[in-house]
Every structure is written in structure tokens, then in C-alpha cells.
Nanobody, 123 residues
Framework: QVQLVESGGGLVQAGGSLRLSCAAS????????MGWFRQAPGKEREFVAA????????SYADSVKGRFTISEDNAKNTVYLQMNSLKPEDTAVYYC????????????????WGQGTQVTVSS
């Protein structure tokens, strides 16, 4: 079992930055693939970024490449999503997730989900 708690969301102006945190408990996150997804009102949940430490792979959605970075702090068992140059279209609830499987961009890979944190980007 893995418990995930996100934090760091909030309201920011376009062009600003936020860093989301996902604190994992129960198991070391490095034994899982860790992903970030987001869901805007009226839209389906979409992939944002993910990392699989066991195979050394990282993936980003095209819409966030060059602006978002996934990183980790092993001592804190925490994964981060650094979001720079934010745009109004980045507004959504952001979820972190943990799972095992080769397709780290797919929601079905992930068995454990956090409660989500709201990110709102004003224009």
C-alpha cells in the first residue's frame, strides 16, 4: 500500500511558477513509477509527467515539455513537479500517482492516487 498526499497548489498569474509536492508513505516511491496527471473542469484526466526510477525513464506531455520538471527527494520520499511559465490552460486539479507497469503515460498503470491539489493560473 502507498499513500500519496499532494500539496503546493494555488493561484498564480500567467508566467509564474509553482512547485507541487507528492509525499509518499507506506513504500519507497523509487520502487514505483510516479506520475503526475491533471483534470480540468469538463475534461478527462490527462497525463502531465512521469518517472520510472527502475528503468531510468522520464516522460512529459508535449504541452508541458520545457516548462515542467519532475524530480525527487529520496530522503523525504517525496516527488515534485516544478511548473514554470504557467499558462491559463494549465489550470486544473493535479494528481500524483504511483504504480507499476511499462506505460508510464497511461492512467491504468497507476494503482494509487492522491487527493489532488488545485492549480489556478490567471491571465
Amino acid at each position: 500500500q502507498v499513500q500519496l498526499v499532494e500539496s503546493g497548489g494555488g493561484l498564480v498569474q500567467a508566467g509564474g511558477s509553482l512547485r507541487l509536492s507528492c509525499a509518499a508513505s507506506g513504500r519507497r516511491f523509487s520502487t514505483y513509477a510516479m506520475g503526475w496527471f491533471r483534470q480540468a473542469p469538463g475534461k478527462e484526466r490527462e497525463f502531465v509527467a512521469a518517472k520510472n526510477w527502475s528503468v531510468g525513464s522520464t516522460s512529459y506531455a508535449d504541452s508541458v515539455k520545457g516548462r515542467f520538471t519532475i524530480s525527487e527527494d529520496n530522503a523525504k520520499n517525496t516527488v515534485y513537479l516544478q511548473m514554470n511559465s504557467l499558462k491559463p490552460e494549465d489550470t486544473a486539479v493535479y494528481y500524483c500517482a504511483a504504480g507499476r507497469g511499462p506505460i508510464i503515460t497511461a492512467p491504468y498503470t497507476y494503482n494509487y492516487w492522491g487527493q489532488g491539489t488545485q492549480v489556478t493560473v490567471s491571465s
